[in-house]
């Protein structure tokens, strides 16, 4: 009698063999899937703290280099991590429902990333009508709150991805330290990533590179 696959399986076989060509050999699928996963929240980890480099790098450009804005810039950003894992966390969804999320939220990042460049001149554009020449008590506030709103969307839905992701772990005896510690190494290299793509590709190609990075996630965990 022919082995058991789980349904979807093929799918899982088909990105395996694509992405990860040394493990075709393995004896089963799950005994693929916490390495797959593991190397999708690495990723995701990459792309959080590359985002949050360059966009900090972005805002520094349209409204001035300043210790308000960077820690606008940080506090925006915490505040939607923090939002988002408590929202993620109240939610009651199977592993397979919580991958699909988690995909749709890489994808969500990823696309609200490549609009960023485009929008944010009309907000600076927008601020030096609303506020300029008013005072520098009013510019700080006007900065702070446009950071708020650029910012805290997006580190929301990053926020909700790690309950999400954990969910999608349980079933394959994955712990909370090894998810974090997986999220925190691709963090690490996503900070000093942008050291490399600023000076080669500028801060608009390199969103628009990790953006392109983050769609690729968000397929993988789509195909899981």
Same mark, same amino acid.
């Given at each position: 009698?022919? *082995?058991? %696959?789980?349904? &979807?399986? &093929?799918?899982?076989?088909?990105v395996?063999?694509?992405?990860?060509?040394?493990?075709?050999?393995?004896?089963?699928?799950?005994? %693929?899937?916490p390495?797959?996963? $593991?190397?999708? !929240?690495?990723?995701?980890?990459?792309?959080?703290? @590359?985002y949050?480099?360059?966009?900090t790098?972005?805002?520094?450009?349209l +409204?001035g280099?300043?210790?308000?804005?960077?820690?606008?810039?940080?506090? @925006?950003?915490m505040?939607?991590?923090?939002?988002?894992?408590?929202?993620?966390?109240h939610?009651?969804?199977? @592993?397979?429902?919580a991958?699909? /999320?988690?995909?749709?939220?890489?994808?969500?990042?990823?696309? !609200?990333?490549?609009?960023? *460049?485009?929008?944010? *001149?009309?907000?600076?554009?927008?601020?030096?009508?609303?506020?300029? &020449?008013?005072?520098? +008590?009013?510019?700080y506030?006007?900065?702070?709150?446009?950071?708020s709103?650029? $910012?805290? $969307?997006?580190?929301?839905?990053?926020?909700?991805?790690f309950?999400?992701?954990? %969910?999608?772990?349980?079933?394959?005896?994955?712990?909370?330290?090894?998810?974090y510690?997986?999220?925190?190494?691709g963090?690490?290299?996503?900070?000093?990533?942008?050291?490399?793509?600023?000076?080669?590709?500028?801060?608009?190609?390199?969103?628009?590179?990790?953006?392109? +990075?983050?769609?690729?996630?968000a397929?993988?965990? !789509? /195909?899981?």
């Open positions: 009698m022919p *082995p058991h %696959r789980s349904p &979807g399986s &093929g799918h899982i076989d088909a395996t063999a694509l992405i990860f060509p040394f493990l075709i050999s393995a004896d089963s699928v799950n005994r %693929r899937l390495v797959i996963l $593991l190397s999708l !929240y690495v990723g995701t980890g990459v792309t959080a703290l @590359a949050e480099v360059l966009w790098r972005m805002l520094s450009l +409204f280099i300043s210790i308000f804005g960077v820690v606008f810039t940080v506090t @925006a950003f505040i939607g991590l923090g939002a988002g894992s408590l929202l993620g966390a939610r009651k969804l199977s @592993a397979s429902r991958m699909s /999320w988690l995909a749709l939220l890489e994808a969500g990042i990823a696309v !609200y990333a490549v609009l960023m *460049p485009v929008y944010m *001149p009309w907000l600076d554009q927008w601020l030096v009508f609303a506020v300029g &020449g008013t005072g520098l +008590f009013a510019w506030t006007a900065e702070g709150l446009a950071v709103l650029v $910012l805290m $969307l997006p580190a929301t839905a990053m926020g909700m991805a309950p999400f992701a954990l %969910r999608a772990a349980k079933p394959l005896h994955l712990k909370l330290g090894s998810m510690g997986a999220n925190a190494l963090g690490a290299f996503g900070a000093a990533l942008p050291l490399l793509l600023l000076p080669w590709l500028g801060w608009k190609m390199s969103v628009w590179l990790v953006a392109g +990075f983050g769609g690729f996630l397929c993988l965990a !789509y /195909w899981l």
